[in-house]
């Protein structure tokens, strides 16, 4: 009788067998799947850069093989944008409430500024929760669990990284403060129309919940935030 412990032998080594050895091929083949218009990275890009709205219906409820997972393109546009930032030795910051000025020395604000600036991609995704519970308040007809929001927002954040890099790239090319200033605001209009797109194209409204959303969601990070800091200060 043949153990239990030598069957699973048996079939991971069959497993293995299939499995081809990574070299140069293999690799340049995972690249060209990556930056593939049809399916990857880049097709995502494109969807979502002209109808992110569609896109993202698409995802959630017919075709998801063609598409970055979600919370990975967050991630991975987030990394880029932060080598863009670092490569350019640009300052930029995101919500870091250690540039408030009146917190200055009055909370451990610094450790929480630092760690959203160095974790770009987690840190709006964890704003991200704050923006979705107000998309759900704002938008509850629709039904869409928080899950299903978050994928959305993961979505839209992550694009507008790419945006915003690409934005800056320019302006380090032509030496211009004015392309990047018009970076930041194309930044905020994109996710503004990229949420309102998902919910309804051609309805006013969906636009207007929309900027209420972000901006409590924001609003509500920041506060959080701020309350992190002023108990960090008595540990």
Known sequence: MIKESELDKEEKNKVNSKLKRIDGHYISQEIKHLLNFEKGFLFTVKSLLLKPGKTIRSFLFEEREKYV????????????????????????????IDRIEPLKGKLRSK?????????????QLIMGVFVGLWIKIFFKKFNY?????LILLSFVFGQAFFI???FLLMAFMFKSPIIA???????????????????????????????????????????VLILIA???KFI
């Open 69 to 96: 997972k979600p919370i990975l393109f967050l991630i991975f546009t987030s990394v880029i944008f932060t080598l863009v930032l670092d490569s350019l030795g640009a300052n930029y910051s995101f919500f870091n």
């Open 111 to 123: 450790e929480i500024g630092n760690w959203t600036n160095s974790h770009l991609g987690y840190a």
């Open 145 to 149: 669990n928080i899950y299903e929001i």
């Open 164 to 166: 915003f890099g690409f």
């Open 181 to 223: 200033m018009a970076g930041s605001l194309v930044y905020f209009v994109y996710i503004i129309w990229a949420i309102g797109q998902f919910f309804g194209e051609n309805k006013i409204i969906n636009y207007i919940k929309s900027i209420l959303s972000y901006a409590l969601g924001n609003a509500t990070y920041l506060i």
């Open 230 to 232: 002023y108990l960090l």
